[in-house]
């Protein structure tokens, strides 16, 4: 699909000067839309809404003054830059044409068709430029804001203290059974006086008869 082209809206009362910036921005590949007054470089605006506006400042019905503080009091138009071309070159009215919003103000008797082509390539540039700026800052921002959400989401899980954890691996760990030793007699050694004495199979220590395990070292008996 073919690019767009870039409209550019050319407001002037004067017929001549129409034609001769209708056939030279069009043969600079501009789709140009032309306006005869004021008033008509409003609507045109509104309803074209072109790239970029030449706009003169003494028309009928509304002059570049009024036409500019419209534009740029209305949401719908006021994006649109606007290059001031006019026979006024006072001092005091390129000040206001500024102060009312344009981007630039060119006097028609010092002024080249040259000229204005290239304020227009410079113009839409920087627009351009704008808004690739404008759209990384966007992208930057949603990254540094799904950056933070992680961060802020491994904040709220809270960090369990090492005495803590090692208290729940004890509770989670089953103790370890003792070994159990094996069940055995005493082992029963007739004295000399016929009386017999009881010792431990494991320890060898004397016992008792009533013993059911070893005093001395816990080895269990029948």
Do not use: W
């Not at 030279?24 to 605006?45: C, H, R, T």
């Not at 808004?131 to 540094?144: G, P, R, T």
């Amino acid at each position: 699909m073919p690019d767009q082209k870039i409209k550019i809206l050319f407001v002037d009362d004067d017929n001549f000067l129409r034609r001769v910036y209708d056939s030279e921005l069009s043969e600079q590949n501009y789709d140009v839309i032309l306006a005869v007054d004021g008033q008509d470089g409003l609507d045109k605006a509104r309803s074209e809404d072109p790239d970029l506006i030449i706009l003169d400042m003494i028309m009928p019905k509304k002059n570049g003054f009024e036409v500019l503080s419209e534009l740029q009091r209305d949401p719908a138009t006021s994006h649109i830059p606007i290059i001031i071309l006019s026979n006024l070159g006072q001092e005091a009215d390129k000040q206001k044409g500024m102060d009312l919003g344009a981007v630039d103000y060119l006097v028609k008797n010092s002024t080249t068709l040259g000229v204005i082509v290239t304020k227009i390539e410079h113009i839409l540039h920087s627009r351009t430029r704008s808004k690739e700026v404008q759209f990384k800052s966007h992208q930057a921002a949603i990254k540094d804001a799904k950056k933070k959400d992680v961060l802020e989401s491994k904040e709220k899980i809270p960090a369990t203290p090492p005495a803590e954890m090692a208290k729940q691996i004890l509770k989670t760990t089953p103790p370890k059974a003792s070994p159990v030793k094996p069940v055995s007699a005493a082992k029963k050694v007739p004295s000399a006086d016929g009386k017999e004495f009881h010792f431990c199979p494991e320890c060898g220590d004397d016992l008792k008869n009533n013993y059911k395990f070893c005093p001395s070292c816990g080895y269990k008996l029948e």
